[in-house]
C-alpha cells in the first residue's frame, strides 16, 4: 500500500535515552527507551524487550562511528512510522547525558 510508505503517512520523531549498546550483530545498533512511547517502568517493559535502533551514518565517514554511551540521549525518527518498532537513531544531543530515567524530568 503506498499511504504507508515512510514519510508519506507522517514522519514520527522521538528522543530517547540509551539503554543498551552491546549489539550482537555488531552493527553500532542500541537500545533505546523512547521518551513518551516506552515506559519508564522497567518491569513494565524490560531493556532487553525494547527494539533495536539502527544508527544513521554519513556516507563519507561511515568507518568512522562510534556508539553512543549508556546514559547519552539521542534523537531519531521511526522508519515503520506510528508502529514504532524500527527506529532509526540521526544523534547524539551534547550535554545531556543521564544513567536513570527518574532523573531525566520526563515520566
Known sequence: MRNSFNGLSGFIWWIGIV??????????????????????????????DLPWAHPMLPINT????????IGEWVIGFFMDGESGQFPIMM????GIENNTLSNTGTT
Not at 539503554?19 to 521518551?35: E, H, S
Not at 561511515?62 to 554511551?69: D, G, L, Q, T
Open 62 to 69: 561511515s568507518k568512522s562511528f562510534n556508539v553512543p554511551r
Open 91 to 94: 544523534g547524539i544531543l551534547p
Open 19 to 48: 539503554t543498551t549498546r552491546d549489539d550482537p550483530l555488531g552493527l553500532g545498533r542500541c537500545r533505546v527507551r523512547i521518551f513518551g512511547w516506552h515506559s519508564t517502568d522497567t518491569s513494565v517493559l524490560p531493556d532487553s
